[in-house]
T-cell receptor, first 113, second 110 residues
């Protein structure tokens, strides 16, 4: 069965510190992977996606993620967190064509000054 | 270009009432989906459509009905609301698996 695990429910980092949010997936075919961000009371915004090619993908707002097939992981990173990054982050996996995404439970990021 | 729009933003229902959540997109996307978001559970797929006239069930379809008569619109109907359907509902449309989400409808069933 397809599934996505985000092991950390909450993470708190200091402003300016680096960030890594973990994501592990289980998918029977070639996975297509996504990270979304949701600010309070808002919809979801796509940060980045991995379809194929270079396993290190760059996204918006200075985020990047690395696909590691051997570890079934797609961790999200940012070298220096800003207070405006406080939000909930979702990892998702799906097929190349279609619209059936499976989401993780989300990680809530808090940024302390 | 409004993207994906959803109405209403908020709704309170009594148990047993029915209602329709509206979703429209102006990007000419073939694929549209409905998700519900519950705390600690991420988003779960309710129903989806791969084009006008074609719909299918997702992970949690019970208690919900959909139809897709046009490319633009994908309404979600609650047939007889239950407290377990209290949630935030998101509609999404996609062309090549990059899904664009609407702002959501927060539904409370008393």
């Amino acid at each position: 069965a397809q599934s996505v695990t985000q092991p950390d429910i909450h993470i708190t980092v200091s402003e300016g510190a680096s960030l890594e949010l973990r994501c592990n997936y289980s998918y029977g075919a070639t996975p297509y992977l996504f990270w979304y961000v949701q600010s309070p009371g808002q919809g979801l915004q796509l940060l980045l996606k991995y379809f194929s090619g270079d396993t290190l993908v760059q996204g918006i707002k200075g985020f990047e993620a690395e696909f590691k097939r051997s570890q079934s992981s797609f961790n999200l990173r940012k070298p220096s967190v800003h207070w405006s990054d406080a939000a909930e982050y979702f990892c998702a996996v799906g097929a190349l064509i279609g619209n059936k995404l499976v989401f993780g439970a989300g990680t809530i990021l808090r940024v302390k000054s | 270009n409004a993207g994906v729009t959803q109405t209403p933003k908020f709704q309170v229902l009594k148990t047993g009432q029915s209602m329709t959540l509206q979703c429209a997109q102006d990007m000419n996307h073939e694929y549209m989906s409905w998700y519900r978001q519950d705390p600690g559970m991420g988003l779960r797929l309710i129903h989806y459509s791969v084009g006008a006239g074609i719909t299918d069930q997702g992970e949690v379809p019970n208690g919900y009905n959909v139809s897709r008569s046009t490319t633009e619109d994908f309404p979600l109907r609650l047939l007889s609301a239950a407290p377990s359907q209290t949630s935030v509902y998101f509609c999404a449309s996609s062309a090549f698996n990059e899904q664009f989400f609407g702002p959501g409808t927060r539904l409370t069933v008393l």
